[in-house]
């Protein structure tokens, strides 16, 4: 049973920076494309930043420039840097992996971790 794991979430003051983390365990086989998503109260969730397996990388407009997404592969984890920070970046944010396996696409979610920007 594939499983992700997020962590580095938190609280911090506009113009801060945090590190989300999320690891991914429960299978030998590597994934194709990783990344985040948020959801902000009374939203939606949104795409912030994805990654491939060859390391193309796609960002929501609103973090171009702010945030890195990266990943390493032989650990099956993706990252997510932020940098300046703020209040609109609040929301809880998700770790998404998917997978080819048997011809089929498996998509999975980790449970979310929480970031906050506030003064």
């Known amino acids: 049973q594939v499983q992700l794991e997020e962590s580095g979430g938190g609280s911090v003051q506009p113009g801060g920076s945090l590190r989300l983390s999320c690891k991914a365990s429960?299978?030998?086989?590597?994934?194709?494309?990783m990344g985040w998503y948020r959801q902000a109260p009374g939203k939606q969730r949104e795409l912030v930043a994805t990654?491939?397996?060859?390391?193309?990388?796609n960002y929501a407009d609103s973090v171009k420039g702010r945030f890195t997404v990266s990943r390493d592969n032989a650990k099956n984890t993706v990252y997510l840097q932020m940098n300046r920070l703020k209040p609109e970046d609040t929301a809880v944010y998700y770790c998404?992996?998917?997978?080819?396996?048997?011809?089929?696409?498996?998509?999975?979610w980790g449970q979310g971790t929480q970031v906050t920007v506030s003064s």
């Open positions: 990654i491939t397996s060859g390391t193309s990388t």
């Open positions: 998404y992996a998917n997978q080819f396996r048997s011809f089929q696409m498996y998509a999975y």
């Open positions: 429960g299978t030998t086989l590597g994934f194709n494309t």
